[in-house]
């Protein structure tokens, strides 16, 4: 399972279209934003806790519940600077970046609080930022041009 989108604006896997050469470098939009680093921190989430916790919500609306709106996410974030130190640190190798120009609209940041759904669902993510750039990884490498390799 795996990312493929076109045009690509999902930072892991632009991320691992630089280590497959199909990109130069990692255009970073900024960083002059009042993070940490100076760089954007958004919410990252595994596709199989996104599964789970729709699974639960289909158990929660079969039980006769009304629907509800649930938000999913770590709750912390990461910068940008800190996926890419990560996944370098995941693939040992270097990925080269390079600061460009802010996004007009982008936020500071932008993370999700489950709250809720852990408390009325019991819904937790499983897979923390590692697992989740380490199977972005396994599948980009085996899969370089995306679903079109099939």
Sequence with gaps: IGEDHTPETHLIPI???????????????GDDYATPDGTCVRD????ND??????????YLLAGNTSNNFNLG?????????IVQETQRVIGQTIPTKITERRA?????????SDKIRKELGWKAKYDLN???RTAYNWHKNMPLGYGDK
């Design 74 to 82: 770590n709750g912390e974030g990461y910068s940008v600077k800190e």
């Design 50 to 59: 996104l599964g789970q916790a729709h699974l639960l919500a289909l158990d």
């Design 44 to 47: 990252y989430i595994h596709i």
């Design 131 to 133: 697992a989740i750039i």
């Design 105 to 113: 609209g982008d936020p500071d940041f932008l993370v999700a609080s």
């Design 15 to 29: 991320i691992f279209q630089v280590v497959n050469k199909q990109r130069e470098f990692l255009g970073i939009f």
